[in-house]
């Protein structure tokens, strides 16, 4: 006989534990399913997430499922799903460990980064290469910045990651990513940022909380931060399976949902954190999770199907 469930929430990081919190003080039955492979678990801190700004990213997912293991009907499952398959009300979860019936299901999985694939980038992601400047950029104590360009949208990311930075301390590393034209480069111009066209040949820890910019020929750049803005990607299966209808976002595809309630084109399948929507980080996260939870909850006392 399968396990049966109000709820599967498939990903235990932010958004699934904010799901699984709600659910949970409403008594529902829940399983909340995690693969252990949280987005940020390369960085040291997290930071502008309210109360634990500068937190430990392992210490504020445990705090998150101490308090989901506080409600009686939330099991936290180590485990990996691989098929979801079914309808509203009925829906197969399949598992490395078995199956599961659920009425809801909703996926929290995340994305996985796809980043640019110059050496030294992956072995310093989280520690001297970033993402974000509103969770990264504070901390590098205004020293030289650089982005380093992987599309079109990098220019936009230099504007921004120049607010962290002193006047004139910018680079923008186009790498060949694109070539900007006479009213992008006047936007760089404004903002005092300079334009580096030298390929980028490796980057390396610096030390003293430098980074090190290695160039084609020889030359090295020295600065406080790299910024990339890599591609994402959905890793599941799961869209495909289910029918739901994607979208793109700023980075990559994300499920198509109903910006409110959080529930994608399939009636019952519910996406929130990264996977579901355009802005990541951890507070927006938990405030996805949390209304995934709840619109959850709503569709199975006021059904809307």
């Known amino acids: 006989m399968h396990e049966s469930h109000d709820v599967v929430i498939v990903g235990g990081s932010y958004a699934g534990l904010a799901a699984a919190l709600q659910l ?132 936009h990311q230099a504007l921004l990651v120049s607010e962290w930075t002193t006047d004139g301390a910018m680079t923008l590393l186009l790498n060949g990513a694109f070539e900007p034209d006479a009213e992008q480069s006047a936007q760089l111009a404004r903002r005092h940022i300079a334009i580096e066209r030298t390929p980028v040949v490796r980057v390396r820890d610096g030390g003293k909380d430098r980074v090190t910019v ?35 976002g700023p980075m990559g595809p994300i499920y198509k949902v109903d910006p409110m309630l959080k529930e994608t084109t399939v009636p019952g399948v519910f996406a929130c954190g990264d996977v579901g929507a355009m802005m990541p980080a951890v507070a927006l996260a938990v405030a996805d999770g949390t209304r995934a939870g709840i619109s959850a909850h709503r569709t199975l006392v006021l059904p809307t199907h």
């Open 24 to 155: 949970g003080r409403a008594r529902r039955s829940v399983v909340v399913l995690d693969a252990g492979k949280r987005r940020n678990r390369f960085a040291a801190h997290s930071h502008g997430f309210l109360g634990f700004d500068g937190g430990s990213p392992d210490a504020i997912a445990e705090a998150g499922r101490a308090n989901v293991r506080a409600y009686s009907t939330v099991e936290l499952r180590e485990a990996y799903a691989t098929e979801i398959r079914g309808k509203l009300d009925a829906f197969v979860v399949r598992t490395d460990s078995g199956e599961l019936r659920a009425r809801r299901v909703i996926l929290a999985t995340g994305v996985v980064d796809d980043l640019p694939g110059v050496p030294g980038v992956a072995e310093l992601w989280g520690r001297g290469v970033y993402h974000c400047p509103y969770c990264d950029g504070y901390e590098r104590a205004r020293a030289p910045l650089a982005v380093l360009a992987s599309s079109e949208m990098s220019l």
């Open 214 to 248: 290695e160039l084609d020929g020889g030359r090295t750049l020295e600065v406080g931060g790299l910024f990339v803005q890599p591609k994402t990607r959905i890793a599941e299966p799961f869209a495909a399976q289910l029918g739901c209808e994607l979208e793109q």
